[in-house]
T-cell receptor
Framework: AQSVTQLDSQVPVFEEAPVELRCNYS??????LFWYVQYPNQGLQLLLK??????LVKGINGFEAEFNKSQTSFHLRKPSVHISDTAEYFC????????????FGRGTSLIVHP | DGGITQSPKYLFRKEGQNVTLSCEQN?????MYWYRQDPGQGLRLIYY???????QKGDIAEGYSVSREKKESFPLTVTSAQKNPTAFYLC???????????FGPGTRLTVL
């Protein structure tokens, strides 16, 4: 079965600075990868997903992520953050063709300071 | 508009009472899920269902029950056996088990 590690529980950053949220996964087969965002007291919303093809995936709100198979990583990046990006971010992995539901990481809290 | 609805947004109950949280989707998804979220704990899976009339326990099913009598609906009952029920509950659905999940807005349950 797959597993996900989000290395940082909290990432503080100043407005307009770049940010990277790290995600590493463990799986012996091909994977689907997802990043979700959760604003306070709301449900999760899909930011972007990798299913196959290009390893650089662009999502909503100016976010992008790069799938690195050799390093089993799927880090999320944004070149310039806004105050409104303050939220919890979750990485998830699933195995196509498998019978396991996606496994979520514990989340990274992105805190954008003015 | 297609989506998932959860009701109510906030729910208060006295200790010892059972309570049922509603989850409805009109996305025609086969799979549905219930998660519990506590501060700093991420998402913990309670139950999931791949098809109507079938459901599986997740990591923390004790003290909870579900039913899946209709494709659109997956209600969660928090029973009096759940020792610490105060939490934020999220319902989700997906086309299949491995696909992206669509989440509802959540229900915050407070047991007094």
């Amino acid at each position: 079965a797959q597993s996900v590690t989000q290395l940082d529980s909290q990432v503080p950053v100043f407005e307009e600075a770049p940010v990277e949220l790290r995600c590493n996964y463990s799986s012996s087969v091909s994977v689907y990868l997802f990043w979700y965002v959760q604003y306070p007291n709301q449900g999760l919303q899909l930011l972007l997903k990798y299913l196959s093809g290009s390893t650089l995936v662009k999502g909503i709100n100016g976010f992008e992520a790069e799938f690195n198979k050799s390093q089993t990583s799927f880090h999320l990046r944004k070149p310039s953050v806004h105050i409104s990006d303050t939220a919890e971010y979750f990485c998830a992995v699933s195995e196509p063709g498998g019978s396991y539901i996606p496994t979520f990481g514990r989340g990274t809290s992105l805190i954008v300071h003015p | 508009d297609g989506g998932i609805t959860q009701s109510p947004k906030y729910l208060f109950r006295k200790e010892g009472q059972n309570v049922t949280l509603s989850c409805e989707q009109n996305l025609n998804h086969d799979a549905m899920y219930w998660y519990r979220q506590d501060p700093g704990q991420g998402l913990r899976l309670i139950y999931y269902s791949q098809i109507v009339n079938d459901f599986q326990k997740g990591d923390i099913a004790e003290g909870y029950s579900v039913s899946r009598e209709k494709k659109e609906s997956f209600p969660l009952t928090v029973t009096s056996a759940q020792k610490n029920p105060t939490a934020f509950y999220l319902c989700a659905s997906s086309i299949g088990l491995v696909n992206e999940q669509f989440f509802g807005p959540g229900t915050r349950l407070t047991v007094l």
